[in-house]
């Protein structure tokens, strides 16, 4: 299958309407998240072909030895035509991988794309290994992680520091006031070093690292147009992941997890979490905010997050804006900031 034909399969299940990128089309005989989840590791490290779509997200906050600030992504995307798994060409699963270096002055973003059952792309459970082509996240605990495109590429390695955290309630994330859910953990306490391979030459970097891994087939309601995401790693340890997704009535509906420093989560819900744009960039044609004020008053959190390069904009086929921020006012940080659904 030529690449134009994979991307045809690939919008239906991506791009069409119902939701941002038909992440809120009816479930369609697909399995849908309970309350109440109950992990199995390593098992949910690999897929849920029961689901209609999955995600293995890495966002990486990196400095050189100059105190330059990078910012790093790795993702690899399942979405199902069928709650099934077949060999060749004739299985329903399509993969999507995307992979972006942000400096100060450019972003690099590269895109692939493949189709399941014929061993392109995919992921084991145990070992832990996901890959497409030859990008590969290999080990969840202490890993490597790379990934090639026409301009740049990058080979680090991973080592957690700290436990999984599930977000929202026990693992089950609410995106809704309809109840649209999704299951979703992350590994948000990453140390990460290794090299950048960018056009003026490799870049020694290391930092933090944050994985975050969610599985639905329903995740979106049908009114809800896009969505903010924020991962925030602040100086003193702590962690922070929160979320507003945007509504066509103008409503928001917002989601927060406050991390100790020893892992200890703290959810929030609807309205617990106040994001506020301060400055707009138009982007690639598109007008966002690339400022925010961040709230959350029941752990004193006041502060601003500003995108360390505004041009952060994903040239895939789901275009959105994701980049690294810094954070100042109450407590000091850094984070990944991800927009999607704007005009």
Not at 297 to 303: E, I, K, N, R, T
Request: charged fraction near 15%.
């Amino acid at each position: 299958m030529n690449v134009k034909a994979l991307i045809l399969c690939f919008v239906p299940v991506f791009a069409q309407a119902q939701g941002f990128a038909g992440l809120g089309a009816d479930a369609d005989g697909f399995s849908v998240p309970q309350p109440d989840p109950t992990f199995q590791f390593p098992a949910d490290h690999g897929p849920h072909p029961d689901y209609r779509i999955e995600w293995w997200y890495i966002t990486a906050n990196l400095t050189d030895a100059a105190g330059n600030p990078y910012g790093l992504q790795w993702t690899l995307f399942r979405s199902a035509m069928a709650p099934e798994t077949r060999g060749g060409w004739d299985d329903p699963q399509l993969w999507m991988g995307h992979a972006a270096v942000t400096t100060s002055d450019d972003h690099y973003v590269t895109e692939r794309l493949a189709r399941g059952g014929i061993g392109q792309a995919g992921v084991t459970a145990a070992p832990f290994r996901a890959w497409i082509d030859d990008w590969e996240f290999d080990g969840i605990e202490n890993g490597t992680l790379k990934a090639t495109g026409p301009d740049f590429g990058y080979d680090m390695t991973l080592s957690a520091q700290g436990p999984l955290v599930r977000q929202g309630l026990q693992g089950y994330s609410v995106k809704s006031a309809s109840g649209q859910a999704s299951y979703y953990y992350s590994q948000p306490f990453y140390q990460i070093s290794g090299t950048l391979h960018l056009p003026e030459g490799d870049v020694l970097v290391s930092g933090t690292a944050w994985l975050d891994r969610e599985w639905s087939s329903q995740p979106l309601a049908d009114d809800q147009t896009g969505w903010d995401w924020f991962s925030l790693a602040f100086d003193d340890g702590a962690r922070m992941m929160g979320f507003r997704l945007r509504q066509t009535d103008g409503q928001d509906y917002t989601s927060a997890t406050w991390i100790a420093a020893d892992g200890t989560p703290t959810p929030y819900a609807n309205g617990a979490l106040n994001a506020t744009p301060l400055t707009d960039t138009t982007v690639a044609g598109h007008t966002l905010p690339t400022q925010w004020r961040l709230q959350l008053p029941a752990q004193g959190v006041d502060v601003t997050v500003t995108a360390v390069n505004t041009d952060a904009w994903m040239t895939t086929s789901v275009p959105y804006w994701e980049g690294p921020v810094e954070i100042e006012g109450s407590a000091k940080g850094v984070g990944y900031l991800e927009m999607t659904g704007y005009e």
